[in-house]
């Protein structure tokens, strides 16, 4: 039976699909528990009871949505994709029939989505519906199954199979080597215009003249036998707790900025911009970070990131509030200079959380600033498809309400043997390409180690 769909068709003839969710961990979870031998109690042993390739998740430490099986799939590509997956989303829930008792946040119908970064990318955006949810939250436990109407779900038995550590990986040059691109950095660098004072920034907003770009890098990964993806999401969850760790339509990584969250209509989101490269220690190191990232370039830089997520959020919802002062978010591999911003949608708007991502992308931290000016430069100095790196990644539920995360510190699975990754940086006209360059490095460090290289 096909399962994937154009969202113009899913628009226009929506199926209909019946969605329960009930939680799983009561005293007496009665028939249909889907755990072969108990409640499992840390992310490994979650990890463990899923299949070893179909899943999707979005966690974080221990709390998050995992979907297997596959009841539709819906792709969309070019520069109305954002629109075109709204429709076919919005469709889909004013169709569905819901039985919830959980009611809590991505229970009910939801679904998992990835967006390619550009308009012009030959790769998919995808809406990704599976046949059951698997869901934590607040210490409960909750199943969801979605099944086309008139079809009978059969409930999941979750066997444990041991994680398979990746081996034999080695590394080899993407579509744009390190050396080729210190060498763009050089040449872009040179484009840029100075800003003297990030006060100066918002001056700029309606200004073509370009102040920042930012420029992705990638590299391949094989490995002799198949990935488990499984133990690569074990090892981000165990590294890196604090960030959101995701795997959709074999999109892998474990992102520390929040695009944008929404839950009953209040909107949050997380800005990074500005990287200070952790040599041994972050705790030790963040004197050094704070000195670094409180010069020019990141000051500048971090100003441009806010700028752009101040006017584009403003432009679909109110009250609109980032921190005055950035704060250090130290990572294992790096420290970034980071900002949280909330605001509230309007009282009756319909607008999702893929609504709200779909306004503030790209940000000044994936595209650069002024944002429409660097959009279509990246388009044009980029000799490689970012595909769905640094693109909107996430979940959203039949309620609106969802997150979406930055797609970075990720790869792109192209065969089950075969991941590609990216990194970038955000270029300024006092940009050294050797630093730069190390930048990347230090990005790629996540997704390597996790696949087991260094």
């Known amino acids: 039976m096909t399962t994937t769909f154009t969202a113009s068709a899913i628009?226009?003839?929506?199926?209909?699909?019946?969605?329960?969710?009930?939680?799983?961990?009561?005293?007496?979870?009665?028939?249909?528990?889907?755990?072969?031998?108990?409640?499992?109690?840390?992310v490994e042993q979650t990890l463990e009871l899923l299949p070893t390739s179909a899943f999707s998740c979005w966690v974080r430490d221990t709390s998050g949505l995992?979907?297997?099986?596959?009841?539709?799939?819906?792709?969309?590509?070019?520069?109305?994709?954002?629109?075109?997956?709204s429709a076919a989303w919005k469709a889909l829930t004013a169709a569905a029939s819901v039985e919830d008792e959980v009611e809590l946040l991505g229970s009910g119908l939801m679904c998992f989505a990835t967006v390619a970064y550009s308009g012009e990318s030959e790769v998919d955006s995808i809406i990704h519906v599976p046949e059951f949810v698997l869901g934590r939250?607040?210490?409960?436990?909750?199943?969801?199954?979605?099944?086309?109407?008139?079809?009978?779900?059969?409930?999941?038995?979750?066997?444990?199979?041991?994680?398979?550590?990746?081996?034999?990986?080695?590394?080899?040059?993407?579509?744009?080597?390190?050396?080729d691109w210190a060498e763009l950095v050089a040449r872009v660098s040179d484009m840029l215009t100075p800003v003297a004072d990030s006060a100066e920034v918002d001056a700029f907003a309606e200004d073509p003249t370009l102040r920042k770009i930012v420029l992705a890098r990638d590299e391949v990964v094989t490995t002799e036998d198949d990935i488990d993806v499984r133990s690569v999401?074990?090892?981000l969850n165990r590294s890196y707790p604090s960030c959101w760790t995701f795997d959709v339509a074999g999109l892998i990584g474990s992102t520390p900025e929040l695009l944008i969250g929404v839950d009953d209509r209040r909107v949050s989101s997380r800005v990074l911009a500005g990287t200070y490269r952790v040599e041994s220690d972050p705790s030790a190191e963040m004197p050094a970070a704070r000195k670094l990232l409180s010069?020019?370039?990141?000051?500048?830089?971090?100003?441009?990131?806010?700028?752009?997520?101040?006017?584009?959020?403003?432009?679909?919802?109110?009250?609109?509030?980032?921190?005055?002062?950035?704060?250090?978010?130290p990572l294992a591999n790096v420290i970034h200079s980071a900002s949280d911003a909330q605001a509230q949608l309007p009282q009756g708007s319909?607008?999702?959380?893929?609504?709200v991502a779909a306004a503030v992308h790209p940000t000044a931290a994936v595209g650069g600033y002024p944002q429409a000016s660097a959009v279509v430069h990246v388009d044009e100095l980029e000799p490689l498809d970012r595909g769905r790196y640094s693109g909107p990644v996430g979940w959203m539920d039949g309620r609106g309400n969802g997150q979406f995360g930055i797609a970075l510190r990720c790869g792109q699975l192209e065969e089950r043997n075969r991941i590609r990754l990216f990194a970038g940086a955000g270029i300024m006209p006092d940009s050294d390409p050797d630093a730069?360059?190390?930048?990347?490095?230090?990005?790629?460090?996540p997704m390597r180690r996790a696949l087991g290289l260094g």
């Open 233 to 235: 999401l074990g090892a």
């Open 350 to 355: 319909e607008l999702t959380a893929l609504d």
């Open 11 to 42: 628009t226009s003839a929506p199926q209909r699909l019946h969605v329960r969710s009930r939680f799983v961990d009561d005293v007496d979870p009665g028939p249909g528990f889907p755990f072969e031998s108990g409640l499992p109690t840390t």
């Open 436 to 445: 730069e360059v190390a930048e990347t490095e230090a990005k790629f460090a």
């Open 66 to 85: 995992i979907g297997f099986g596959r009841t539709l799939r819906i792709r969309a590509r070019g520069p109305e994709r954002f629109a075109e997956l």
């Open 295 to 329: 010069a020019h370039k990141d000051s500048t830089e971090h100003a441009f990131a806010i700028a752009s997520l101040q006017r584009s959020l403003g432009s679909v919802a109110e009250d609109v509030s980032v921190d005055e002062r950035p704060h250090l978010l």
């Open 137 to 179: 939250r607040g210490g409960r436990v909750w199943l969801t199954s979605i099944a086309a109407e008139g079809t009978v779900p059969t409930p999941p038995v979750l066997h444990a199979e041991p994680l398979r550590r990746v081996t034999s990986a080695r590394s080899s040059d993407g579509d744009l080597p390190a050396a």
